[in-house]
C-alpha cells in the first residue's frame, strides 16, 4: 500500500513534459502498433473468407455452363431421327446381303463425318453408331480398342441395346486414339419417334479441351490451377495432362465439396481449396490457390507500413518532447489571461507567440475578446440607432402637408353644405391620427395597416375625385399576418408628391404576393418614373450603413431602414423606375406569425 502511495505520488509530481512525451507512447506507439497487426491479420483474414465466397459461385457458374455444354451435344442425336435416309436404313431389317449392308454403311459413315464431325463442334473426335443392322464409325484421328458393348455385333443377328443416354469416362473403355486425345465419350440412345423402339447408341468422342474453354472465360488467373474430376476422384480434366486419368488421392481427405477451406502442408506451405459439384452429372470442379498469392499485396502493405512505423516513431517521439517542452510555457501565459478575463478584464491583451495550435489557441482567444467587445458596442449602438429611428418614423408618419390639404378640403365640403361627407372625413382623419400618435408594439396586424393606407387613399380620393384611382390585389392572402407600422403610407405618399404634378389621373396599385416565406407588397404608380441618376442616389441611401442620416432624404430610407433593423439585410426595399414609365417598389418582410412572430415581439419587448 505505501508502495502503491509513492508511486502514485511520484507520478503526479512528474513534470507535465515527461508526462506528454510517456503519454505518447502510450497512447500512439503502442496502439498503433497493435492496430496496425489485428488490422494485417483481418485484412488477411477477410481476403481469405471474400474469396473462398467468390470462388465457389464461379466454380458454381463454370459446372453450369460444362453442363450446358454437354445439353447441346447432348442434342446432337436428333439429327439422326430428323434424317429420313438414315431412319429408313435402321428401320429396315436385318441384311441378308453383304453389299447392301456396305452400301448402307457409306451412306451413314458420310452422313456422321459431315454431321458431327465436319460441324461447328469441333471437339467432337469421333462419332459412333451401334445398331443391331451393324456398328459404324466415323473418325478424325486413327483409333484402336473401341470395345463397348463387347466388340463389333456381329452381322445380320439382332440385338437389344438399351442405348440410354450417359456419360463415359476413358477408365470405363478401352478406347483411345494415336495422338493420346483427352476425352470422355457421350452416348445416346437413337429412338423410333413412331413406335418408340430403340434403333441403336450413338456415342460421340468428345475431346476435353472445351472444359479449358469455360475454365479461361471463368477465372484467369494464372497462379490458380482448376481441375475437374468425378466423386471417386478420377480426374476428367487438369491443365497437366499427365495428371488426366490419374485419381485424386486427396478427395478422401476434403472436408467438404461445396465451398471453401484451407489446406496447411508440411512444408508449411497454404494452399486455399474451393470446390463446388454439379448438379447432373456430380463433377466435382477444384480451384486451388496458395495463399501468397491472395496476401501478396498486403504483405507488401504490412512490410512498408512496419518500416514507416519505426521511421514515424523515432521522428515523433522526438518532435513530441520539443512540443512538449515549447507548449508548457504559452500554456502557462494563455491561463494567466484566462485568469484576468475572469475577473472582468476584457481591455486585456495576449503577446504574440507561436504559430502552432497553442498560439493559434491564444489567437483565437484574442479575437474572442475582440469580437466580444465589438458586439458589446454594435449592440449599444444598435439600440441608439432603433431609439433614433423610431423618433425619425414618427415625425414623418403624417406630413404636415397632408394635414393642411385635408383640413382645407373638410372646410370646402363644410362650405359646400355636404355635412355627412365632411364628418366622413373627420372620421377618418380622426383615425389616421389615432393610428399615428398611439403607443406600442412596433408590429401591427398587416390588416391594420392596409385600413390606415385605405384612409389615406380615400381622403386623397375625395380631394382629388376622378384624378386618383387605387386597387388592392391579393388583400385576401394577408389577413393572419403581421408588419411593421407604416412601411406603405411613405411610399404612397412619394407616389402623390411627384405623380399629381405630373399626371392628370394617378393610379396606384397596392398587391400583395406570398414567395418561399416572404411577404412582397409592391406599390405601383403610374407616375413620372424617376431619371438614372436620382435612381443611383436613391439606391445609394438605402445601401449605406448610416440609415437614419436625415440627409438621406426620402421616407423610402426610413422604411427600408427599419425593416432590415428590426429583421436582416435579406430583407427590405427595391425599386423599378423609368423615366416617365412610372415606378415600382417592393417591399419584402418575413411572413410574421406563429413562432416567427413570437420571435420578433420578444425581441422588441428586451
Known amino acids: 500500500m505505501i508502495f502503491n502511495n509513492i508511486i502514485t505520488r511520484k507520478i503526479k509530481d512528474t513534470p ?17 502498433a497493435i492496430i496496425g497487426y489485428i488490422t494485417y491479420k483481418e485484412n488477411t483474414k477477410a481476403i481469405e473468407e471474400q474469396v473462398g465466397e467468390y470462388i465457389p459461385r464461379l466454380l458454381h457458374q463454370a459446372n453450369i455452363n460444362i453442363e450446358n455444354e454437354l445439353l447441346q451435344l447432348n442434342e446432337l442425336p436428333e439429327a439422326i431421327s430428323n434424317s429420313s435416309d438414315i431412319m429408313a436404313i435402321l428401320r429396315s431389317n436385318p441384311y441378308k446381303d453383304k453389299s447392301q449392308y456396305l452400301k448402307d454403311q457409306y451412306t451413314i ?3 456422321l463425318a459431315k454431321t458431327y464431325l465436319d460441324s461447328k463442334s469441333s471437339e467432337i473426335i469421333g462419332a459412333f453408331l451401334l445398331t443391331n443392322k451393324g456398328n459404324y464409325s466415323s473418325v478424325k484421328i486413327p483409333y484402336t480398342g473401341f470395345d463397348l458393348n463387347k466388340s463389333k455385333i456381329p452381322f445380320g443377328e439382332m440385338h437389344e441395346l438399351s442405348g440410354t443416354s450417359q456419360i463415359v469416362l476413358p477408365n470405363e473403355i478401352t478406347l483411345s486414339f494415336q495422338d493420346n486425345s483427352n476425352f ?5 440412345e437413337i429412338k423410333d ?25 471463368i477465372d484467369k488467373e494464372e497462379r490458380a490451377t482448376m481441375w475437374v474430376m468425378d466423386q471417386n476422384g478420377y480426374i476428367i480434366f487438369h491443365p497437366k495432362e499427365s495428371l488426366i486419368g490419374t485419381v485424386d488421392q486427396e478427395i478422401t481427405s476434403y472436408p467438404l465439396i461445396n465451398g471453401s477451406f484451407r489446406t496447411t502442408y508440411s512444408n508449411k506451405k497454404n494452399i486455399l481449396y474451393s470446390l463446388n459439384q454439379s448438379e447432373e452429372n456430380r463433377w466435382i470442379l477444384v480451384h486451388s490457390i496458395p495463399m501468397q498469392y491472395l496476401t501478396e499485396r498486403t504483405d507488401a502493405v504490412r512490410n512498408v507500413t512496419i518500416i514507416i512505423f519505426l521511421l514515424l516513431i523515432i521522428a515523433t517521439t522526438i518532435l513530441s518532447v520539443f512540443t512538449a517542452w515549447s507548449v508548457t510555457k504559452p500554456l502557462q501565459t494563455l491561463s494567466k489571461v484566462m485568469k484576468k478575463v475572469e475577473k472582468g478584464n476584457l481591455h486585456i491583451s495576449i503577446p504574440p507567440g507561436n504559430k502552432d495550435e497553442v498560439g493559434v489557441l491564444a489567437d483565437t482567444f484574442q479575437s474572442m475578446l475582440n469580437q466580444l467587445r465589438q458586439l458589446i458596442k454594435e449592440n449599444y449602438e444598435n439600440e441608439l440607432k432603433q431609439r433614433d429611428a423610431k423618433i425619425y418614423a414618427l415625425q414623418s408618419q403624417i406630413n404636415p402637408h397632408f394635414m393642411y390639404n385635408t383640413l382645407e378640403t373638410i372646410g370646402a365640403v363644410i362650405e359646400e353644405e355636404e355635412s355627412e361627407l365632411a364628418l366622413e372625413m373627420v372620421v377618418i382623419l380622426g383615425e389616421m391620427l389615432r393610428y399615428s400618435l398611439s403607443e406600442g408594439k412596433r408590429l401591427v396586424p398587416l390588416q391594420v395597416e392596409i385600413n390606415h393606407i385605405k384612409n389615406y387613399l380615400t381622403l386623397q380620393k375625395i380631394r382629388f375625385e376622378d384624378r386618383v384611382h387605387f386597387f388592392f390585389e391579393g388583400e385576401d392572402l ?3 399576418y403581421y408588419s411593421p407600422k407604416f412601411i406603405i403610407q411613405p411610399i404612397v405618399e412619394n407616389s402623390f408628391k411627384y405623380g399629381m404634378s405630373s399626371r392628370k389621373v394617378l393610379s396606384i396599385s397596392i398587391k400583395f404576393e406570398i414567395q418561399q416565406h416572404t411577404l412582397h407588397i409592391t406599390v405601383s404608380d403610374n407616375g413620372p418614373g424617376i431619371d438614372s441618376s436620382r435612381m443611383v442616389e436613391i439606391q445609394q441611401s438605402l445601401n449605406e450603413i448610416d440609415y437614419f442620416s436625415k440627409e438621406s432624404g426620402l421616407g423610402l430610407v426610413n422604411v427600408n431602414a427599419r425593416i432590415k433593423m428590426l429583421f436582416n439585410e435579406n430583407y427590405g426595399l427595391s425599386l423599378q423606375s423609368e423615366n416617365g414609365e412610372g415606378t415600382t417598389i417592393n417591399i419584402s418582410i418575413p411572413l410574421l406569425e406563429g413562432e416567427c412572430l413570437n420571435k420578433y415581439q420578444s425581441l422588441e419587448e428586451r
Open 16 to 32: 507535465l513534459k515527461i508526462k506528454l512525451v510517456i503519454t505518447y507512447i502510450l497512447l500512439t506507439a503502442i496502439p498503433m
Open 109 to 111: 459413315e458420310s452422313f
Open 478 to 480: 394577408i389577413g393572419k
Open 184 to 188: 470422355i465419350l457421350l452416348v445416346n
Open 193 to 217: 419417334v413412331e413406335n418408340r423402339k430403340s434403333l441403336g447408341t450413338l456415342a460421340l468422342a468428345v475431346k476435353v479441351s472445351f472444359i479449358e474453354d469455360i475454365l479461361n472465360d
